[in-house]
């Protein structure tokens, strides 16, 4: 029975990317993207475009996951012209590498901490703290957790918090964020007077919402679920961290190819240096890691992760408010 250090090191082996096949999935990701927004501009017939605006955001879901791994130096992070493309993908995605890559790295060090677990995730309330805080203080804490802050991922994570403030936070810093806000909103702008109000609907802001709301449920459930455990500093590891604290998202091929894999979350907090297509193959191969906490993108898994509110340490466990 492998555990602690000696699970990671069982991982290893598979911490090595296939350069080609990291280039043909990125290609073919951004190919297949392209030609969807192309089909939404062109193509005259309208359920056609709509069904192409649809597919538009899932697609940029899966170049997220690609890039996301990207920023973890675990594809192609040598390759200058990958820099070059996913740097843009950042710009274009609002989530530029500058802010992104330092607040999912803090996200990687200190998942499950409670305290210090906020950065770059869902903030976590003890029971206590929230007990004690002052009622604007349990409003700001809801807000940034309710369901509509992630449904509605699009504003709140991508255009105000991972640009706008961001930048606000360090100009110097995250000048690039100011680009993405700048040439989103041009895009935008251009789009609305050259080809008018549907043709913006269809090409930026369906996309972009559906992309950010399926990502920061994502996002949400991986570590907000029904068995979740949080621990203290002098309580926290990293491999109990991974296992105990990140869901198995459970989802069907079309699923896990829309999303890269990334369902299988608990293998990536422990090893992130694995490429997303070879995380199903470290599943299969060890059989440790089969015995992760589940969820699922189901009505009722969906909603039993959004009633979770508070850390109980009495309890050991996520719960709603109806069970303070």
């Not at 192609?76 to 274009?92: H, N, Q």
């Not at 449904?151 to 706008?164: A, K, N, Q």
């Not at 898994?301 to 996520?318: E, H, Q, S």
Request: glycine content about 4%; overall charge positive; some cysteine.
């Amino acid at each position: 029975m492998l555990q602690g250090k000696q699970l990671i090191l069982a991982t290893k082996p598979f911490a090595k990317e296939t350069p080609w096949k990291s280039w043909y999935y990125t290609l073919s990701t951004a190919a297949i993207l392209l030609g969807l927004y192309a089909g939404v501009a062109l193509i005259p017939f309208l359920p056609f475009r709509i069904l192409c605006s649809v597919l538009c955001g899932l697609v940029i879901v899966r170049m997220f996951v690609i890039y996301h791994d990207y920023q973890h130096h675990t594809i192609l992070y040598k390759s200058k012209i990958a820099d070059l493309l996913f740097s843009a993908f950042g710009v274009f995605i609002l989530a530029p590498a500058s802010i992104w890559k330092r607040s999912h790295d803090h996200h990687h060090a200190h998942n499950s901490k409670l305290f210090t677990a906020s950065i770059g995730s869902y903030p976590i309330m003890t029971k206590q703290k929230f007990m004690e805080s002052t009622p604007e203080e349990r409003r700001a804490y809801l807000v940034q957790r309710h369901p509509l802050t992630i449904l509605f991922g699009y504003f709140s994570m991508f255009l105000v918090g991972m640009s706008l403030r961001s930048f606000l936070s360090s100009p110097s810093r995250h000048f690039d964020s100011l680009l993405a806000l700048i040439l989103h909103f041009a895009a935008g702008t251009l789009i609305f007077i050259y080809m008018g109000w549907l043709s913006c609907l269809l090409l930026l802001v369906a996309p972009f919402f559906l992309a950010c709301a399926l990502g920061a449920y994502l996002f949400y459930a991986q570590h907000n679920f029904p068995g979740v455990t949080f621990r203290d500093k002098e309580g926290w590891c990293h491999e109990n961290a991974a296992m105990a604290s990140s869901s198995y998202l459970l989802m069907n091929p079309f699923w896990n190819w829309v999303t890269g894999n990334i369902g299988y979350h608990h293998i990536h907090h422990l090893n992130s240096r694995i490429p997303f297509y070879r995380l199903p193959e470290v599943m299969a191969a060890i059989p440790e890691l089969q015995q992760a906490k589940t969820t699922r993108l189901t009505p009722s898994d969906i909603i039993a992760c959004l009633k979770l509110k508070v850390w109980n340490p009495d309890v050991n466990a996520m719960v709603g408010l109806n069970q303070l």
